[in-house]
């Protein structure tokens, strides 16, 4: 019983056993084959996207998703009036995430390439664009910028998957991608 010292109390001593050995070797060469395929997944799966890492200023931050929504707002969605910002293509959009919001909407078109800023104002918060399955963290003080070119036109929904406190999960965002 584990109460009681252990007989033998240089037990690290003892020969490794081969089923031991075994399980070590397997486990070891799991480890390998998973760090491998994050290497191999990049390039050949489709949600991980090559981003880019600054520094920022939440509050600069704000400011520049502010004024971009100031110059592209389109319409406003739901009770909240939620700005719908449609960019010009070829831009820098700004989405941005607080406590517990994705701020503004964006709606973008299908075919034309964006960069894509992603940062918090507060906490650390998870972009989890749905059904794609693409996901970033998000983190105050840094901000993420992914080039891309929506393939799909539709409704996307865009989920916090880092818990962020009691309000996480209405934490609820969108991107609309619209053909043109
Ligand atoms: Cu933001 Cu969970």
Not at 15 to 33: D, K, M, N, S, Y
Not at 99 to 124: A, N, T, V
Request: proline residues 7%; hydrophobic residues 40%; aromatic residues 14%.
């Amino acid at each position: 019983m584990a109460i009681f010292p252990p007989e033998n109390r240089v037990w690290w001593n003892e020969p490794l056993h081969r089923p031991e050995i075994i399980w070590i070797t397997v486990a070891f060469l799991w480890g390998l084959v998973m760090f491998f395929t994050m290497i191999y997944w990049h390039f050949s799966g489709q949600q991980n996207l090559s981003n880019e890492a600054y520094r920022i200023f939440p509050e600069v931050y704000a400011e520049r998703t502010e004024a971009m929504a100031e110059k592209y707002t389109v319409r406003t969605e739901t009770n909240l009036d939620i700005p719908v910002v449609h960019p010009k293509p070829g831009t820098d959009v700004y989405m941005l995430a607080r406590l517990w919001e994705w701020w503004p909407i964006l709606e973008l078109e299908k075919g034309q390439e964006y960069r894509l800023h992603l940062s918090s104002l507060d906490w650390q918060h998870g972009f989890s664009l749905q059904p794609t399955n693409i996901n970033v963290q998000v983190h105050p003080g840094y901000e993420m910028v992914m080039t891309i070119t929506p393939t799909q036109a539709g409704e996307f929904g865009v989920v916090c998957n880092e818990f962020c406190g009691i309000g996480h999960h209405t934490m609820v965002g969108k991107i609309i991608v619209v053909d043109k």
